[in-house]
């Protein structure tokens, strides 16, 4: 049977790392400082706020919360990120999504300083990624990326294979494996005979937001498996259960390793949040450091 991959215990290390960095910025005076904004009643959206909010006041990051209900205009939202982009205290600016769909989601992606935008979804940060430089990257696919690298040690020259190619996970993990020097292939809606080219990866990442579709039939044995899917399955008894995009019994039988839900990939995603937000505090303090010398 597969070892299980562990993303609590792995994100508790991220988490201490973090910890460990802003108590040493906290001795120069600095107090890093994320702002979360959330438009609407999503349910989910709020719960992952919530939870985000906490581990930033955990790990000694100080977290300003932005609620609003879905009636706020497009240009309210971008006069307050103005507003954020100018402050000194705020280091990182997430907006949670969905964002209603009155509001342009790339208009206003667009308008977060790039410097501090920690989810990794302005151009500027997505294109950096794809040049292979030291880009602010999405805070899932690293996660994942991570994941993999403490079970497998050096990526060079695996066949991984990305199942789903959004702009939040799928494309940024392709892009993060190529930059690992993996061969990388993309399975989408439009592709044929998927499960085939699937079952040729060493590496198989999961994204696609369908409860327990991959299976069996789709993985090589031995392959090493990470299933980002977070989906509410109801049961026979009326509860609902949380599953991934895998079907973890028979996957389980034949990979190598592989994550599961929850306990994988979710901690790593705001363990990384934590860890971008100090990586943009450090980076917007060097620059304003060297802008000082002239
Ligand atoms: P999305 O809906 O934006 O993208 C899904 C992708 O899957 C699309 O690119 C589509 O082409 C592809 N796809 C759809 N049907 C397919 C099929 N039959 N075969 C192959 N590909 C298919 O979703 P997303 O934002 O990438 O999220 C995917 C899943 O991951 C969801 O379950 C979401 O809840 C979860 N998620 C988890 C985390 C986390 O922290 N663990 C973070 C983000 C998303």
Redesign the pocket.
Known sequence: AATLIDGRACAERVLADVERQSQALRQEGITPGLAVVLVGEDPASQVYVRNKMRKAEAVGIRSFEYRFDDTLKQAELLTLLAKLNADPEINGILVQLPLPATIDEHAVLQAIDPRKDVDGFHVENVGGLIQGRDALAPC?PTGCLQLLKQQCGDLAGKHAVV????N???KPMAALLLAEHCSVSV???R?VA?EALARQADIVVV????PE?VDARWIKPGAVVID????RRQQHDGKTRLVG?VDFASVALIASAITPVPGG??PM?IALLMHNTLKATRLQHASAESLALF
Do not use: E
Request: glycine letters at 20%.
């Open positions: 899932t199942i789903g190619r959004s939040i996970v799928g399975i989408h809606s592709s998927p994204a696609v937001g369908r579709m980002v899917g977070i989906n995009d990939v979710g995603t």
